[in-house]
């Protein structure tokens, strides 16, 4: 076991937290934000008019309609709002697409290029300071380096990543995801569960710290995420979401190794219709993966599945198990059912490997995974 972690992002967590925002603002130096925003749900639920108020001895420009799935004319929009208003640091308001396409535009505007080369081989060296305040507890970016960004001329999802990226401080104030619409919510849940899974099932070899973390993380959305489907003011119920989907991504998980097969396999179909939500990817694909994993270790499964309360001996069962769960929190739709079509699961199989396949052309889990056998995951999930 050897890992590097260092994360320099200063957390500041709690109900109420939001209006800790100017003195923690006034602590990194920072005198006009440019404040990322989606495409106008925190306008009319009054939280950027909440944030207007907290930062009104501040300068600021806005950048708003950023998409579900940010692409690079996003960035490239963002960019120049920044530079023509003189700005000096992004405030992100809103999910994960707003935090990705935040830090990206904080990227660009400091270094210049392309933010499609950051995608390839060019690596991050610096930006401008970036605050996240999340709205929706799912994608962890609040506490990590990386952002995702489309690319709608190749039909492509990609991650940028670099120490750079790292927020300076992010507030997480479980009170701001009350007013998010419910599918956005569920949506979270199920990111979550992958992020603290993905290296679980795509490794064979126990890791007791890093399992029980898994475990926890799992049981804190399995309990949780009911109580706020039926009661979405229920803040104690979204404060452990919260804090679940903040140190899923905080890097407690690096001590095990593993891959990310779930996450490659859904930006390759979201890179291909950007219309599909990464949690409803996800749920499509998750029992799917489960069962193929299964299928070459059961016994790494049946561990996995005890954090849901059940004891199975089958593949089979398991992927019964997680789309049971998927399903009572009213998450699941296979792959057709979200409008991919069929002659297109070949594409999908191609380009996950094109960006993520190692040099044998595979991709990493369990056992490694060739064209035909993430084909067959998709064909599981349609």
Known sequence: MNFILHNPTRIVFGVGSLSKLPKESQSIGINKPLIVIGQ??????????RVLELLKDFKYAICENIKPNPTVDDVIRGKNIFLENGCDS??????????????????????????????ANKKPKD???????????????????????NNLNTGEKKSVSGMCL????????????ITTPLNATVDGFIDIIVHASETFLSTKDRNVFCDGVTETIVKMVIENGPKIIANTTDIKARTEIALAST???????????????????????????PDISHGS??????PAIVEWDGERNIERVKQYIKIFGYEVNTAKEASEVIKNFIVSIKAFKGLKDLGVKKEDLNVIAEKTLILKGNKENKLLNIEPMGFNDILNVLERSY
């Open 40 to 49: 106008g749900s925190v306008k009319k639920n009054g939280i950027l008019d």
């Open 90 to 119: 992004v405030i992100a308001l809103g999910g994960g697409s707003v935090m990705d396409a935040a830090k990206v535009i904080s990227l660009v505007a400091k270094e210049g290029f392309d933010p499609w080369e950051y995608t």
């Open 127 to 149: 930006a401008y300071p970036i605050i996240t305040i999340p709205t929706l507890s799912a994608t962890g970016s609040e506490a990590d380096p990386i952002a995702v960004i």
């Open 166 to 177: 790292y927020p300076k401080f992010s507030i997480i104030d479980p009170e701001l995801t």
């Open 247 to 273: 140190m899923a991504m905080y890097g407690i998980l690096y001590p095990r190794s593993g891959g990310w097969p779930m996450h490659a396999i859904e930006h390759a179909i979201s890179g291909l219709y």
């Open 281 to 286: 990817g996800l749920a499509a694909i998750f």
